[in-house]
């Protein structure tokens, strides 16, 4: 399983190495997510990034906290 410090980067990773091996329709039924991740001035919203995630593939988010040593 990839490791990524984002959503951004792990949702970049899927589109470069998981999308190209996805059928004609799924990739239809996530064009738009696509085209607005990539072309500037537009935003894919982090809901939706994680919904694609999940649908295409397992996701999990981890959330990391380590206390202050006195």
């Known amino acids: ?3 990524f410090d ?3 980067e792990a949702f970049r990773w899927f589109l470069e190495n998981e999308y ?3 059928s004609s329709k799924q990739k239809l039924e ?3 997510a696509k085209y607005s ?4 001035g537009r ?3 982090e809901k939706r990034m994680k919904r694609i995630l ?3 593939g397992y996701f999990s ?3 990391r906290f380590e206390g202050k040593s006195e």
Request: glycine content about 0%; charged content about 35%; proline content about 4%.
């Open 37 to 40: 991740f990539y072309k500037e």
């Open 20 to 22: 190209p091996k996805l």
């Open 61 to 63: 988010v981890v959330y």
């Open 43 to 45: 935003k894919v919203s």
């Open 54 to 56: 999940s649908d295409y």
């Open 30 to 32: 996530i064009k738009d």
């Open 1 to 3: 399983m990839q490791e």
């Open 6 to 8: 984002t959503i951004e």
